[in-house]
């Protein structure tokens, strides 16, 4: 069955040290997002690509970078930078829209990975 | 931008009673609507979206109505049993030819289902 995996399911940082998210999907799909997720909050954007080797920044993309050399791979890496980043990560792909009214796959999510400070 | 509001924040119902989360968004071009399930510990599922082009969707024991004139969206779950209880978030997005679109999330509803 087609989907997307992400690991670890929970994962802990230390001070000053870099983290990395894995994020794969089997779904050949052209898109792929990640999410944060506070308490009490939606999900926010922090990077999406529309396509292999190109990305953007979402709304909360300081502190975090991404890459995107393969179609089913698209890691995400918490630095040191981002001063708070105790939370639930979700990593979502789909079809880029071609049209308004057509078959525009909605997004699909992984299971998520929370990271944790220790 | 797009600011997506969700009420209420939680909600308790009865096993075998309807629950009514509702959505209210800001940019008049968005045009779908989709509504994903969370429950503990997983990431979330979509169960049920809209579109502009229609005003009520329904799938079991899910609806979804969509009123564009006042920007508003609402999830309906009908004879409610205990594995309904997640929590429950809209979204909203504007879908434009060959762009991927950017889903705008509502802050969430904690639905519990009691016995």
């Known amino acids: 069955d087609g989907g997307i995996t992400q690991s670890p399911k929970y994962l802990f940082r230390k001070e000053g040290q870099n983290v990395t998210l894995s994020c794969e999907q089997n779904?050949?799909?052209?898109?792929m997002y990640w999410y944060r997720q506070d308490p009490g909050q939606g999900l926010r954007l922090i990077y999406y690509?529309?396509?292999?080797?190109?990305?953007q920044k979402g709304d909360i993309a300081e502190g975090y970078s991404v890459s995107r050399e393969k179609k089913e791979s698209f890691p995400l890496t918490v630095t040191s930078a981002q001063k708070n980043p105790t939370a639930f990560y979700l990593c979502a792909s789909s079809h880029p829209g071609t049209g308004i009214l057509d078959g525009n796959q909605p997004q699909h999510f992984g299971d998520g990975t929370r990271l944790s400070i220790l | 931008g797009e600011n997506v509001e969700q009420h209420p924040s939680t909600l308790s119902v009865q096993e075998g009673d309807s629950a009514v989360i509702k959505c209210t968004y800001s940019d008049s071009a968005s045009n779908y609507f989709p509504w994903y399930k969370q429950e503990l510990g997983k990431g979330s599922q979509l169960i049920i979206d809209i579109r502009s082009n229609v005003g009520e969707k329904k799938d079991q024991r899910i609806a979804v109505t969509l009123n564009k004139t006042a920007k508003h969206f609402s999830l309906h779950i009908t004879e409610t049993q205990p594995e309904d209880s997640a929590v429950y978030f809209c979204a909203a997005k504007v879908e434009r030819n060959g762009t991927a679109s950017k889903l705008t999330f509502g802050t969430g509803t904690r639905l519990q289902v009691t016995l």
């Open positions: 779904l050949n799909h052209d898109a």
């Open positions: 690509s529309q396509i292999v080797n190109d990305f």
